[in-house]
């Protein structure tokens, strides 16, 4: 049988942007079983911050597999699992002490979190943003805006979950502290169990917050007794230039949640909070079969040493340097580009119809990555009208390999314009 006769046991929901196998991964490039070579941007949707096969994480998930694969935390512990809680409460903003709990997947983070702030403040209600991504579960699915694909045909909704507008600094103009009369207009605020917010936007649209944003939901949270939870499952890890993107407003949430990058590419998601706001559900309430693998955990740990060792903090700093630049540049080229904005490593163009009218151009943007497919860049798209390019590499790529995609980005746009000018 050929690899293509598989596909037709593939539900039509799940499909891939590379119409080849793969067979083996470094750094930021990927090879493919046909013997194609791919520069990637995705780096598995933001999970591979250290880059793919990195020798470290492989040695390190090596010794763990010949030593055990699985025990299940609470039935027989292992060392691992409170050092990495440990690293990551002391790696957490804000001088608050803080303790950790590890799962699997983001949206399980997400989950979790809710039910420690749930338990920390016995209250039921949920506030969210325009723009948010927290995941594909009833509740997660519930929390994220965008519809199409993400929640069309799959409600009803969790209940009792408002959505607040998003300081959208391209699209919108409002006053930050015109927030307070929306959200108690739209629920008691005695009632809101937390608000939940990614401090950098990913899926979305890659939106930075304006500097004062985050400080008030802070304020605001504090003012009604609501646990403020900042999900970095895409802007931590050291993707925006620091640790946690909380860092450069300074802000200390109550929860964070942690996965994508936190194992190099393992199962892996975390809650962080502060010690109290942990301990507030009961002994046994928290928890699951997988959650925390040993394997997974210890990977984890190398990821840190990594980060740590390679300096990858300054290096997402310095490959977003390039990019903006970059990007800036193809910009005054083409009046496709409407924004270039973004922290650190986490940077993106909105592309639009039309600079005046802001007309958002998604049909464009998915010519633009699979013209850029074809000339072997993996490139993502992103935002609310999916008229996004951001980049989410390895931020191990090299600045050749780095400015080679770019340069198949700024050709993609160049072809577009044909096209359609
Ligand atoms: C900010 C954010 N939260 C939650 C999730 C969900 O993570 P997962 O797909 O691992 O469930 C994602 C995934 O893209 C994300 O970007």
């Keep these: 049988m050929t690899s293509t006769n598989y596909d037709q046991y593939l539900p039509e929901s799940i499909g891939s942007f590379v119409p080849n196998y793969i067979d083996r991964g470094q750094g930021a490039i990927v090879y493919t079983e046909n013997g194609d070579r791919y520069i990637d941007l995705s780096g598995g949707w933001g999970c591979l911050a250290v880059g793919y096969s990195h020798p470290k994480v492989v040695e390190t998930v090596k010794n763990q597999v010949e030593k055990f694969f699985h025990t299940d935390f609470s039935a027989i512990p292992y060392e691992s699992y409170p050092k990495l809680a440990a690293r990551l409460s002391e790696l957490a903003p804000g001088e608050t002490q803080k303790k950790a709990a590890f799962f699997n997947s983001g949206a399980e983070a997400v989950e979790n979190a809710v039910k420690f702030a749930k338990a920390d403040t016995g209250r039921g209600a949920l506030v969210t943003f325009q723009n948010a991504f927290h995941g594909r579960t009833l509740l997660t699915m519930t929390l994220t805006h965008k519809a199409n694909p993400y929640k069309a045909g799959f409600g009803p909704f969790a209940p009792d979950v408002y959505r607040l507008p998003y300081p959208n600094r391209y699209r919108s103009n409002f006053e930050v502290r015109e927030l307070e009369n929306e959200l108690t207009t739209m629920v008691d605020p005695e009632d809101v169990a937390a608000i939940i917010i990614e401090p950098v936007v990913g899926e979305g649209g890659f939106l930075v917050p304006p500097d004062d944003f985050l400080p008030y939901l802070r304020e605001l949270a504090d003012k009604y007794g609501i646990d403020l939870i900042f999900d970095e499952i895409q802007s931590?890890?050291?993707?925006?230039?620091?640790?946690?993107?909380?860092?450069?407003?300074?802000?200390?949430?109550?929860?964070?949640?942690?996965?994508?990058s936190l194992a190099g590419g393992m199962p892996l998601s975390g809650v962080i909070g502060k010690a109290e706001v942990m301990d507030a559900p009961k002994p046994g309430s928290i928890g699951g079969t997988y959650v925390g693998n040993p394997i997974a955990i210890r990977s984890a740990l190398t990821v840190l040493d990594v980060i740590e060792e390679e300096g990858l903090l300054e290096r997402a700093s310095e490959i977003g340097e390039i990019a903006v630049s970059r990007f800036r540049q193809m910009k005054q080229k083409h009046d496709i580009v409407g924004d270039v904005r973004g922290l650190g490593a986490m940077i993106a163009i909105e592309l639009v119809q039309d600079r005046e009218t802001k007309e958002p151009a998604p049909?464009?943007?998915?010519?633009?990555?699979e013209l850029s497919l074809e000339e072997n860049v993996i490139l993502p798209t992103a935002g609310l009208h999916g008229n996004v390019i951001r980049l989410?590499?390895?931020?191990?790529?090299?600045?050749?390999?780095?400015?080679?995609?770019?340069?198949?980005?700024?050709n993609s746009l160049e072809k577009v314009k044909t096209n359609h000018g």
């Design 236 to 260: 931590g890890m050291g993707r925006t230039g620091k640790f946690f993107a909380a860092e450069h407003f300074d802000v200390e949430p109550d929860l964070i949640t942690v996965a994508k």
């Design 363 to 369: 049909e464009i943007t998915q010519k633009v990555a």
């Design 392 to 410: 989410l590499m390895p931020l191990v790529i090299d600045k050749e390999n780095l400015e080679r995609a770019l340069d198949v980005v700024d």
